[in-house]
């Protein structure tokens, strides 16, 4: 059974910088795609970023601020997070997606970002 745990949150200052981790165990993790959501109070779970094979995407409230990686030898996907701004606060998800081309299936407790403005 494939599990994934965050760690790397915090608290920061508006325009800080964070790096939070996945480490996934259980399965074949150079094979999932990996992704990064965020829930901030009283709104709904949204998209940040995500990484397949190569390509990496993001949401339009991130791109050019949060870099998606992996390190497959360690079973990690890291979000570095770079001018945080007071509305990036929120528990950050990690996320995988086990079938090819299927949604993500697992999910990990959450990390809490907040960015103190």
């Known amino acids: 059974q494939v599990h994934v745990i965050e760690s790397g949150g915090g608290l920061v200052q508006a325009g800080g910088s964070l790096r939070l981790s996945c480490a996934a165990s259980g399965g074949t993790f150079s094979g999932y795609r990996m992704g990064w959501f965020r829930q901030a109070p009283g709104k709904e779970r949204e998209f940040v970023a995500g990484i397949g094979w190569n390509p990496t995407y993001y949401a339009d409230s991130v791109k050019g601020r949060f870099t998606i990686s992996r390190d497959n030898a360690k079973n990690t996907v890291y979000l570095q997070m770079n001018s945080l701004k007071f509305e990036d606060s929120a528990i950050y998800y990690c996320?995988?997606?086990?079938?090819?081309?299927?949604?993500?299936?697992?999910w990990g407790q959450g990390t809490q970002v907040t960015v103190s403005s």
């Open positions: 996320a995988a997606a086990t079938r090819l081309g299927g949604a993500y299936d697992v």
